[in-house]
C-alpha cells in the first residue's frame, strides 16, 4: 500500500507541482490555469452544481406532488435522484476547491488534505453520474420503442418494470466502481511537518489496474449510450414529423391517409408532449455528453494529453468538458415545466405563495412612493 501520488491525484493544483523542464512545454500556463480555475470553476461551475442541486431537489418534490406515477414519469424521478447526486458532490467539492485556493500555503495547518478530500468526493459524482447516463438511455429506449412499435411496447414498460429497471442500473453502478473504491480511501496519517496527523489519500497497489479497467469500461459503455440515445433520437424526431405532417392533413380537410397508417402516427396531445420531453431531454444528453467521448478518446490516442503530460492543457479541457455535464444534470426542469401540464401547474402551485409575498412588496412599495409623491 503507499500514499496517492500528487501528480496522480491533485486535479486541481497539479500544475503547480509540475516543475521539471520539458522539450514540449505545455501550451496553458500555470499562470492562465490558475485564473481559468479561479473563474470557470470557482464561478461558473459553483453557480452550476449549486443551481443543478435546487432544481433536481424540485423535480422530486413536484413530481411527488403530482402523484401520478407512469414509466416515464419514474424514469424521470430516478434520474433527478441521480442527477442531484451529480450536482451534491460537486458543490461539496468546490467548497473543498475554493477552501483550497484561499488558504494555499496556510492548508497544512488543517487536518484534512482538502484536494484529497475533493478527489473523493470526484468519484462519487462519477458514480451518479454513470447512472444518470444509463437511466437516460433507458428513458430514450422505452419511448422510442414504444413509439416506432406501440403494438408491441405499449404494456411492456410497466411502472414495477421501471423500478426494478431503475434500481438496477442503481445497483449495477454501484457494483462496478466497487473494486476501485475498495482500493482508495481517506486515512490518518501522521505529517512531521505539523507534527499532527492528517486525513491524507491512501490507496493500494493494485488501484493502479483497477483505474485502467474502470475508464476503459467507461469509454465503451459511455460511447456506447451516445450511439444508442442518437438512434432512439432520431427515430423520435422522424415520428414527431410525421405526426405534425398527419395533423396538419388531417386539419386541411385531407382524409387520404389510410386508419393503418394513421394509427402509427396519430398522438394524444399528452402523449406528444411526453414524446417531446423525452426528445429534449435525449437531445440535451447528447449534446451535453460529446465533449466527454471526445476528450475520453484524446486520451487515449494523445500520449501527452493527460494529467502526467500537458496537464494545464488537459484540466483546462477536463474543466469545459464538466460544465457540460453539470449544465446537463440542471436544466432538465426547464423541459419537464414546458412539457408537461401538471408538472407546470404544480409548479406555479407551490411558488404561489412566494410570488404573492414578492408581488404584495411590490405594490407596497409603489404604493409608499405614491404617498410620498402626494
Avoid at 500544475?15 to 473563474?39: M, Q
Avoid at 503530460?309 to 484540466?315: I, V
Avoid at 412539457?339 to 408581488?359: A, G, H, M, Q, S
Amino acid at each position: 500500500m503507499q500514499q496517492l501520488s500528487k501528480v496522480a491525484m491533485d486535479q486541481w493544483n497539479i500544475s503547480r507541482e509540475l516543475t521539471s523542464v520539458d522539450s514540449d512545454p505545455d501550451p496553458i500556463s500555470a499562470d492562465v490555469k490558475y485564473l481559468f480555475d479561479v473563474i470557470i470553476t470557482c464561478g461558473l461551475h459553483t453557480s452550476l452544481v449549486v443551481f443543478g442541486s435546487v432544481t433536481n431537489i424540485l423535480n422530486v418534490i413536484i413530481f411527488s406532488r403530482i402523484g401520478v406515477m407512469d414509466s416515464i414519469t419514474i424514469s424521470f424521478v430516478a434520474l433527478s435522484f441521480t442527477d442531484f447526486g451529480v450536482e451534491f458532490m460537486n458543490t461539496a467539492e468546490r467548497v473543498c476547491m475554493i477552501f483550497s485556493l484561499v488558504l494555499a500555503a496556510d492548508e497544512r495547518e488543517i487536518n484534512v488534505d482538502l484536494d484529497a478530500l475533493a478527489y473523493t468526493l470526484t468519484w462519487y459524482a462519477k458514480i451518479s453520474y454513470d447512472m444518470s447516463v444509463f437511466i437516460t438511455v433507458f428513458i430514450a429506449v422505452q419511448k422510442c420503442c414504444c413509439v416506432a412499435l406501440p403494438f408491441h411496447f405499449s404494456d411492456v414498460f410497466t411502472p414495477i418494470k421501471s423500478i426494478v429497471i431503475n434500481v438496477t442500473i442503481v445497483c449495477g453502478f454501484l457494483v462496478y466502481h466497487l473494486p476501485v473504491m475498495a482500493n482508495q480511501d481517506l486515512r490518518w496519517r501522521f505529517d512531521p511537518r505539523t507534527n499532527s496527523s492528517r486525513l491524507v489519500m491512501w490507496v493500494t497497489k493494485e488501484r493502479s489496474i483497477l483505474l485502467s479497467i474502470n475508464d476503459f469500461g467507461r469509454n465503451i459503455y459511455i460511447t456506447a449510450s451516445q450511439v444508442i440515445v442518437i438512434i432512439c433520437l432520431l427515430i423520435l424526431v422522424i415520428k414527431l414529423r410525421k405526426s405534425s405532417a398527419f395533423r396538419r392533413t388531417v386539419a386541411s380537410g385531407d382524409e387520404s391517409t389510410s386508419k393503418e397508417e394513421s394509427s402509427k402516427v396519430k398522438f394524444s396531445t399528452r402523449d406528444l408532449n411526453v414524446i417531446k420531453s423525452v426528445t429534449y431531454v435525449a437531445a440535451l444528453f447528447v449534446a451535453c455528453t460529446i465533449p466527454s467521448v471526445a476528450l475520453a478518446y484524446c486520451r487515449q490516442f494523445i500520449p501527452k494529453f493527460d494529467f502526467t503530460g500537458h496537464a494545464n492543457l488537459f484540466l483546462v479541457v477536463f474543466r469545459v468538458r464538466n460544465t457540460f455535464i453539470y449544465l446537463c444534470c440542471a436544466v432538465n426542469i426547464f423541459i419537464y415545466y414546458r412539457f408537461n401540464t401538471k408538472f407546470r401547474e404544480e409548479t406555479k402551485i407551490l411558488f404561489r405563495p412566494f410570488l404573492l409575498r414578492v408581488r404584495l412588496r411590490r405594490d407596497q412599495k409603489e404604493a409608499a412612493k405614491g404617498d410620498e409623491g402626494e
